[in-house]
């Protein structure tokens, strides 16, 4: 992956955050809280690839260097529309959407995934077995409920948001 192409994705999550986060109603303080839990998760997500790396899980074109690693970092934290939707499948079905949610990144995100790496080659490649797949719907479990949970500590609980229902 080349720096340009992530200025090109982080451009594009910026502006998917600003359409979910108008779409949402989303106030400044859930902005503010879902964008912690993106930089939560990109500490973490760094890390889950150096795991990868490590164990030949995977190995992905990284250049190890801090702009490359800053940008990359960028682009997970603005992957904060994510749980911005997943505030609002809380606020209006529970835990058990968000049950759902975690179901659905879990079987969803190998593959897509994949599909990144057979359309985009030279980004990297991932190793056989089922170990690779396993490790990613893990970091795809681990995305959303650690983004999630961060958001609402920061937030607080889409229950309590002022768009809530009432009983």
Same mark, same amino acid.
């Given at each position: ?9 982080n451009g ?20 503010a809280g ?36 800053? +940008? $990359? ?14 505030? !609002?499948? *809380? %606020? #209006? ?12 990144v879990a ?37 959303? +409920? $650690? ?14 948001? !002022?768009? *809530? %229902? #009432?009983?």
């Amino acid at each position: 992956m080349t720096t340009a192409q992530l200025h090109l994705f982080n451009g594009l999550y910026l502006v998917v955050l600003v359409v979910v986060a108008v779409l949402t109603r989303a106030t400044g303080r859930r902005i503010a809280g879902a964008l912690a839990g993106g930089a939560a998760f990109s500490v973490v997500g760094l890390g889950i690839i150096a795991l990868g790396e490590r164990v030949g899980w995977w190995h992905m074109a990284i250049t190890w260097e801090p702009y490359f690693l800053t +940008v $990359l970092m960028i682009g997970f934290a603005l992957c904060a529309f994510i749980y911005l939707i997943t505030w !609002r499948i *809380a %606020r #209006r079905f529970g835990w058990r959407g968000l049950a759902l949610v975690v179901v659905v990144v879990a079987v969803i995100g190998p593959p897509r995934d994949y599909w990144y790496m057979q359309r985009f080659p030279e980004w990297g490649t991932y190793g056989p077995g089922a170990a690779p797949v396993l490790a990613i719907s893990v970091t795809y479990v681990v995305m959303v +409920v $650690l983004g999630h949970a961060v958001m609402r500590l920061v937030a607080g609980p889409a229950r309590e948001d !002022r768009l *809530a %229902r #009432r009983p």
